[in-house]
């Protein structure tokens, strides 16, 4: 997936409950995304966290 320029890439995804047991959850991660990022499976993201005002923001990078 290529982007022309400075456009951003928006997708939404959907929460779902991994294991009842631990009460972990999931999400699905866009096919535009993994893409983009050159992400495979068994790769390994890293999620950080933020907060600007009031608005929560999730980086991920892919971990070499």
Do not use: C
Not at 42 to 58: Q, S
């Amino acid at each position: 997936y290529m982007l022309t320029s400075r456009e951003d890439l928006v997708k939404t995804s959907k929460i779902a409950l991994a294991n009842t047991l631990s009460k972990s959850v999931r999400a699905t991660i866009p096919n535009e995304v993994v893409e983009y990022l050159g992400l495979d499976v068994g790769d390994v993201i890293e999620w950080e966290t933020f907060k600007e005002g009031a608005k929560h923001y999730a980086k991920i990078r892919k971990l070499q």
